[in-house]
């Protein structure tokens, strides 16, 4: 057991006074969790191969999953890598910074133990005010994975980071609620043109309207969409893991009719609730705002015992996106034994929500 150190800091009103002590930590190959625009991150020297053991320790993370490197500023990027494309320098000058992390060739400087052995890293340059300046005054790139056990949900919140980490790490800053909520958009940017390899804040829409062409990986497509088995490894090597698992199985409703209203998504979710009542004593529903406002107005959601609750407005997905994983660990402390959720629309930020659920769910999927 570690002794953690605990400090509330004001994400927009900070002091650097209250930051050094937990920037000179960072420096001396300490692991310490801060608050990103995207989620909490758990951060060590990216340098410093017994810091970044810890951070494997601390997260029970399998060894051959690669760390995300964090930069201050985008000229802190060029010792860490071969060559900086001109496709990174695009990316960087339109989405740095924020929610975008680029893939790289890595120069001999990244440890082995970031890279998980690949000829590639990634970097990111977060948007959050406090993590940037703690990064700045740390004086190195900090390699930082989402600040949860390895396959929980990701922290949005530094009391997530309390539950899951306190007591493995050496201090967190709880710094209030993420306002993305969901982790960067991973993209390859060796080439000429983007690949994503895990969607995110930065949308893929976002992207081509400052380049003309982007791929997605393979592997994201077919897993999550076609239910069926991927063709690709992934390329992303943290996409293959259970992830974003809470207590409860999760499993997406499908309808078995082609247009899908709230109305249909609705009934579809109480169609399983009814099939499961028997099996389950309580079952939670994830839906969105509308399709909860059509449920408790049905008779039978009376009758059965659920747990309802709202990612948000369908009209709203970035709420939606901000509330996904806060919710998921909301059901871990209601006696719901198994999760329904509702199957969002997959486009624009969109994509990057059902890719959590997906994995969230393992892939399961029911049809009403
Ligand atoms: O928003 C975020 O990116 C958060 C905050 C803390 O910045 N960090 C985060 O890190 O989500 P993590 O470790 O939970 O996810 C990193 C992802 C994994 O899927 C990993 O496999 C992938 O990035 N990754 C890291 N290095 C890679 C590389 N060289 N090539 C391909 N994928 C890589
Ligand atoms: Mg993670």
């Known amino acids: 057991m570690k002794t953690t150190r605990f400090a509330t800091i004001d994400p927009q009103l900070f002091t650097d006074e209250a930051l050094q ?3 000179r930590m960072l420096a001396a190959g300490k692991t310490v969790a801060f608050p990103t625009e995207t989620v909490y991150g758990l951060g060590a020297d990216a340098t410093n191969p017994r810091a970044l053991a810890a951070i494997f320790e601390a997260k029970g993370r399998p060894s051959d999953n690669p760390l995300i490197v964090h930069v201050a500023a985008p000229e802190d990027i060029e010792p860490l890598v071969k060559t900086v494309t001109p496709l990174a320098r695009k990316l960087m000058a339109h989405f740095w910074p924020g929610p975008l992390t680029i893939i790289l060739e890595k120069s001999p400087a990244v440890p082995d ?12 340059m977060p948007a959050h005010p406090l993590a940037r300046r703690l990064i700045a005054l740390a004086g190195v790139p900090v390699a930082a994975p989402s600040a949860n056990q390895s396959g929980r949900p990701s922290p949005t919140r530094g009391s997530h980071v309390v539950k899951d980490l306190e007591g493995r790490v050496d201090a967190i800053i709880d710094g209030g609620p993420c306002e993305v909520g969901l982790e960067s958009t991973v993209v390859d940017a060796t080439g000429s043109f983007p690949v994503i390899l895990r969607p995110g804040g ?9 380049v003309d062409h982007v791929a997605v990986d393979a592997a994201l497509v077919k897993k999550d969409f076609g239910g069926g088995e991927s063709v690709t490894a992934p390329r992303s090597p943290g996409m293959k893991y259970t992830h974003y698992a809470p207590k409860a199985p999760l499993i997406l409703a499908r309808s078995s009719r082609p247009a899908e209203t709230t109305t249909e998504a609705a009934h579809v979710l109480i169609t399983l609730a009814l099939r499961h009542q028997k099996a389950e004593a309580v079952m939670g529903i994830l839906c969105t705002d509308e399709t909860a406002a059509i449920l408790a107005e049905m008779p039978e959601t009376a009758k059965l015992p659920l747990v309802v609750k709202s990612l948000g407005s369908v009209h709203h997905p970035e709420e939606m996106a901000a509330n996904l994983f806060l919710r998921l660990r909301e059901f871990d402390e209601t006696p719901a034994s198994l999760i329904i959720t509702e199957a969002l629309s997959d486009n624009a930020l969109g994509f990057a929500l059902m890719n959590r659920l997906v994995k969230a769910a393992g892939n399961q999927w029911e049809e009403a």
């Open 21 to 23: 002590p937990f920037a």
């Open 113 to 124: 133990m970031v890279t998980a052995g690949l000829d590639t890293v990634a970097l990111r």
């Open 202 to 210: 930065v949308t893929r829409e976002m992207l081509l309207m400052v």
